[in-house]
């Protein structure tokens, strides 16, 4: 009973401002607010960028994740602790890692713009760029913890019958881990999507071209708050449906 009051307190603290926004929210109105030509930009970037980016984390991240799982190599423990950084790095200092790597003047983003006119910052491009860096590892921790939970005597089978390497990883091992990457691949996506601090600072907050519907959100507070509300909802709802796509992996039936 001495634990009853904190967690009640605990509770209360998470659940009313969530509470809070259902109230305030315009629901007379959300329909032709949602119609609005600056909400629907915001949100067709967002869905566009987030798909994309999703797209980018499968692409490297399940080879990633296999590599750490599957092939012992020296110095695996940093690397593994470098794909995680993101995780806990504040979006804004991933940002502006960003444009010392790809920036006009960065590292990388410098020849690119030298030797292919490619410039990233302040693009469309950009904002994906940023939502890959921070989702990225979402995607890799799924993706790897299902390969070290699969069983291993399917790949021996495959290999023992003749099977390549690529055969075993595309008939044997994907099919085995694929739950475990449709669950990455959702977080990847929600994490994509709810973007802010590495997106405004990487891609800035241009509409039509990087303003993302968090930074819509943002935008909108000063201006109009009825519509960050229903932004804001639409983000809400988001969360919650990827927490009961996932709530016999993560959240648990009880």
């Known amino acids: 009973m001495i634990l009853l009051l904190p967690a009640l307190v605990g509770l209360g603290f998470l659940v009313l401002p969530l509470a809070g926004l259902l109230f305030r929210a315009p629901w007379s109105t959300l329909g032709t607010r949602l ?14 960028t987030a798909t994309v980016a999703t797209g980018l984390c499968l692409l490297f991240g399940v080879p990633l994740a296999w590599l ?9 423990r940093l690397v593994r602790a470098l794909v995680t950084v993101p995780l806990v790095l504040p979006p804004v200092v ?13 590292t990388v983003g410098q020849w690119l713009d030298s030797a292919f006119g490619i ?18 590892p979402f995607l890799v921790i799924s993706v790897e913890g299902a390969l070290r939970a ?58 039509g071209r990087t303003q993302t519907m968090p930074l819509a959100v943002y935008l909108a507070l000063e201006t109009d708050p009825q519509a960050a509300i229903v932004l804001s909802l639409v983000l809400l709802a988001v969360s919650v449906l990827v927490l009961v796509a996932l709530r016999d992996r993560w959240v648990g039936t009880g």
């Open 35 to 48: 119609g609005e030509p600056q909400v629907l930009e915001a949100l067709r970037l967002s869905l566009v």
């Open 119 to 136: 410039t990233l910052p302040f693009t469309t491009a950009g904002v994906v760029l940023a939502e890959t860096f921070v989702a990225m």
């Open 150 to 207: 699969a069983d291993l005597r399917y790949e021996e089978a495959a290999a023992t019958l003749g099977a390549t390497r690529w055969t075993t990883f595309r008939r044997v091992t994907l099919p085995l881990v694929a739950p475990g990457i449709a669950a990455g691949a959702i977080l990847c996506w929600a994490r994509a999507l709810g973007e802010f601090g590495a997106t405004i600072t990487f891609a800035g907050n241009f509409p």
């Open 94 to 106: 991933g940002g502006v890692a960003l444009l010392l790597v790809l920036g006009r003047r960065g």
């Open 68 to 76: 750490l799982a599957r092939v012992p190599f020296p110095g695996a």
